[in-house]
């Protein structure tokens, strides 16, 4: 296996657990609205439907981007169904890691959690889906950006999916407290949304060069974070949901793993 297949499976996977963890937040805000008999069928539901909806997603835009003929011309340069598919991503990955920044920075706290108002089965299960269905889109147009081969694509979803069932309170736990390192990954966002709307345009920026601009970020990042260590608290991010439910996670992780 080659050492550049090794490097964005691990990246990859590192990058996607980070930005997963507010999914699983998100089942346990949800499920919490059953009965307590019911939530724990609920949130696996909403486990399983992550999974399931990231490889089918994947499995739809991998299709896609075997369209290699042109579909029109526009000013002389053509675009395939493959080039859209790239287009349409990486605008997609920097509006909503731009948005996310502003957010955390100046945004509603708990906005999305005030809205969640479920008192059905039926009904925690349709929003879960929904809340599913965003995640999964950032997921795989993050892992279309990062590489290029679809088997690695898979199994760093299929990974990320089972880090989000057995460590997501760790992780959780860790975001929280270096919150950098959340702000960080949206900026990768940043750089992978540029290299989609480059390669779409049909200009392919070598994944060699994003590899190295993330990873002597992340050391810079990491530097820091040891030589600060102690020197006082980090600042408070805003979140989508309300302060406190990020705490449901521990249920969700405990009890799925019963």
């Known amino acids: 296996m080659e050492f550049e297949v090794i490097v964005s499976l691990l ?10 963890i507010d999914n699983v937040i998100f089942i346990s805000i949800i499920a919490a609205k059953l009965p307590a008999d ?38 002389g340069e053509g675009f395939s169904g493959k080039e859209l598919v790239l287009l349409a991503g990486g605008l997609f990955l920097l509006y909503k890691s731009s948005t ?39 997921s795989i147009i993050t892992a279309i950006g990062m590489v290029k081969e679809v088997w690695v694509m898979y199994v760093a979803v299929i990974v990320t999916v ?20 959340k702000m960080l990954a949206l ?17 392919e920026i070598p994944k060699g060069y994003i590899y190295f601009s993330m990873a002597f970020s992340l050391l810079v990042d990491v530097f820091q974070m040891r030589m600060n260590k102690g020197r006082g608290q ?7 949901y309300r302060p406190g439910e990020e705490q449901l996670i521990k249920d969700t992780v405990h009890k799925a793993q019963l």
């Open 11 to 20: 990246t990859l996977v590192a990058l996607e657990a980070v930005l997963g």
């Open 38 to 75: 019911q939530q724990k069928k609920a949130r696996q539901y909403g486990l399983i439907l992550a999974g399931v909806l990231r490889i089918g997603l994947l499995l739809i835009i991998s299709l896609i981007m075997k369209l290699d003929k042109d579909l029109f011309v526009v000013f």
């Open 100 to 138: 996310e920044i502003y957010h955390k920075m100046e945004g509603e706290q708990g906005d999305q959690s005030n809205q969640i108002k479920a008192s059905s089965f039926g009904q925690v299960i349709t929003q879960i889906l929904i809340m599913d269905m965003v995640f999964s889109v950032d």
């Open 162 to 181: 089972i880090l989000m069932l057995l460590a997501a309170e760790k992780i959780s736990d860790f975001v929280n407290r270096h919150p950098a390192f």
């Open 187 to 203: 900026s990768f966002l940043l750089l992978i949304g540029f290299s989609l709307v480059s390669e779409g345009f049909g200009l």
């Open 234 to 240: 980090p600042v408070t991010t805003r979140e989508h």
